[in-house]
């Protein structure tokens, strides 16, 4: 592949590695170039360009990231159609993702071209998460390239989601004087949410003094009946010899580890007792803060080993006192702010297929369609409306007079749907979670519509996107979670978010809320069908 200017007579299937406009086209970046393309670059006096041309033996960077994906060997993960060079790989189930570092190593090291990202070794995941990326970075690489990152794919199984199981689980609280119930009910909930993550379910209990016969002999009776015991002991264990692990060895079981080199999570003991797992639970197991408990408690449900060894490994990043690093499991007694959104109303467009006249000023049922549409979003649940305004902005700001909305002046607005993105997701409050972005010209959008948006988004702890639909095509509006607002910041042009939302790997919802969603109003019959009237 060759890189650089390029003269306009010989473009033709070069790559641009610019957006470039001639006239009323615009070429995005990444367009392949044909007849018809340079024919009227040359008609607006466009001499060269800036473009790959590919070398016969190359393959593309869509072409070249799908070979090196589908190459690969993994379980319970999807690999998504190929964008911009790029296929992300998505887990099909919740549990613990595990990755030969070798291998990954070796495909980084044949070539700076070729790249691939996955997250850290057993790290948990949750179904449609993005658990690792294939990229390819310049528009093209050789095929013999391509094919060295293939034949190291071949040897095994490069990674995996290993998907959490059901488990049931017995506990064993041990009781001293002065140890209030109240801690050890709280300890049962937070118990209980750290298994609902994974399917599993805590199935008996049993309160025994700190003593090492009784607990030994619950140990025998909970591990007859359960896939695995778990003991809180009412003491930290102080020795080896401690209760809890001396109770694993007179019930007949084998302590594995007792220790670890996790911090919050030291006094963790790890046996086996009937062939089931038994964890002597640290202290720390009672919060539902992330501690070296849960490290090994999700392997375990994973279906995943844990030896000595694998404990005795686990002081590199083991210190988590000040990394918050998962969502936490809800306490059921203690309620949590909902996630707030702020609503991002488009109404910077010229209107060009209307001839003429601007479709947001349209009266319906006497009401401008712009004003209507921002009293449904006030309407809403919505913490904050904010107002794009740039084409004919003194007008649309006069026919909102009145209402509490906030203005976001887009005097780039030709330049595409891209500037009133960004100019709208800048005046977004810093306590939103998200942003609903919705289009002007939508006259069959409700507040109830929106509010369905926002509810499905703060289910999802606003991760997720949330996208209206009709009759399973997606339509508009679209709820954007923050994690997507830097991204949205480098758009050019008349793009939207839809290739960030597929870039990125983020979990997409789709709400069905009627015909509203796919009902715009670009043309003036689509306006006078809609119910509208234009004004000059």
Known sequence: ????????????????????????????????????????LKSVGISEVVAAVLAPDDLGEDAAAEKIAQGMIYRNIEAKPA???????????????????????????????????TLAQHA?????????????????VASVLVDAVKKICAGGEIFAVNAYQPVRVGVI??????????????????TEARLARSG???????????????????????????????????????DFGDVIPAAIEKAGGIVIRAGMPVDPGNLLVLGVLAGKRVIGAPGCARSPKENGFDWVLDRLIAGLDVTAKDIAGMGVGGLLMEIPTRPQPRDPLLSRAEPKVDIVLLAAGRSSRMGGPNKLMALFDGKPLVRRTAERALGSKAANTIVVTG??????????SGLDVVFADNPDFAEGLSSSLKAGIARVSDHAAGAMIVLGDMPGISSADLDRLIDTFRKSEGRAVVRASHQGKRGNPVLLPRSLFPAIAHLEGDTGARHLVEAEGLDVVDVEIGEGAAVDVDTPEALESAGGVLQD
């Open 83 to 117: 964008a911009t060079g790029r296929v992300n790989l998505h887990a099909e189930a919740a549990g613990i993702f595990t990755v030969d570092a070798a291998v990954i190593d070796a495909i980084n090291a044949v070539d700076p071209t070729i790249t691939i990202a």
């Open 124 to 140: 948990p995941v949750e179904k449609g998460q993005m658990v690792a990326t294939v990229k390819i970075i310049p528009f093209a």
């Open 200 to 238: 599993g379910r805590l199935t008996a209990e049993r309160r025994t003094p700190h003593e090492v016969a009784p607990v030994a002999e619950a140990a025998v009776s909970l591990a007859r009946d359960n896939d695995m015991v778990v003991i809180f002991g009412a003491s930290a264990m102080s």
């Open 173 to 190: 609280q041990t009781v001293l004087p002065g140890i209030k119930p109240s801690v050890l009910d709280k300890t049962l909930r937070v």
């Open 1 to 40: 592949m060759k890189f650089g200017p390029v003269p306009i007579d010989h473009a033709e299937g070069a790559v641009l590695a610019h957006a470039t406009t001639a006239g009323d086209r615009r070429f995005r970046k990444a367009h392949r170039l044909s007849t018809d393309d340079i024919a009227s």
């Open 391 to 400: 084409h004919q902005h003194k007008r649309v700001r006069a026919a909102l």
